[in-house]
């Protein structure tokens, strides 16, 4: 099936730190959703984006669907021990207009 | 408040059995969603049903079946089958608006997942 790249696929950081994490396609589209996971449990919705173009933030998180349509990113500003976990990006596309995943980055954060 | 629930958390089977793991939601979401998820494999997509008694295959459908009886509920069965059944199961659910390439399914809701573990 359909994939997104997702990058980088882990993280090592310091507390305090920011952190950038983005996803590509190869096809265009509609919908770009971010997702944290944290160990034994269900995604949770961060940040939707449903314009190219569109920035968005949501406390220390910030999240823009590219102008191309084909690209998203997520940053997070001053880490925190409590951002570690599995980040997932998703975008809308494919004929049944189903979700696709990335394989996800997994954030490790040192107090 | 409304929510999508697994069960079990937990679930142990023995080779050659078929186990039902069962997702319900209250959020009136006409879509609801199975996926596999193993180690660095992200998501796969198993089932999904758009609307009640009709459903379709994902990528990886083999070895396992689901059932849509009630908009509510969507129990998916891992059969005998499936030749590597252990994994993390996650169930979710959408809304949606519009038809077919125009339809937006908005952000999906997911439950707290099943570890379903044969041995």
């Known amino acids: 099936g359909q994939q997104l790249n997702q990058s980088p696929q882990s993280m090592f950081i310091q507390e305090g730190e920011d952190v950038s994490m983005n996803c590509t396609s190869s096809s265009i589209f509609n919908t770009w959703l971010w997702y944290k996971q944290d160990p034994g449990e269900g995604p949770v919705l961060l940040i939707a984006?449903?314009?190219?173009?569109e920035l968005t933030s949501n406390g220390r998180l910030t999240a823009q669907f590219g102008i191309t349509r084909k690209d998203s990113f997520l940053n997070i500003s001053a880490s925190i021990p409590s951002d570690v976990g599995i980040y997932f990006c998703a975008g809308q596309g494919g004929s049944q207009g189903n979700l696709i995943f990335g394989k996800g980055t997994k954030l490790s954060v040192k107090p | 408040d409304g929510g999508i629930t697994q069960s079990p958390k937990y679930l142990f089977r023995k080779e050659g059995q078929n186990v039902t793991l069962s997702c319900e939601q209250n959020l009136n979401h006409d879509a609801m969603y199975w996926y596999r998820q193993d180690p660095g494999q992200g998501l796969r997509l198993i089932y999904y049903s758009q609307i009640v008694n009709d459903f379709q295959k994902g990528d990886i459908a083999e070895g396992y079946s689901v059932s849509r009886e009630k908009k509510e509920s969507f129990p998916l069965t891992v059969t005998s089958a499936q030749k590597n059944p252990t994994a993390f199961y996650l169930c979710a659910s959408s809304r949606s608006s519009g038809q077919g390439a125009k339809q937006v399914r908005y952000g999906y809701t997911f439950g707290s997942g099943t570890r379903l573990t044969v041995v």
């Open positions: 984006l449903y314009k190219a173009g």
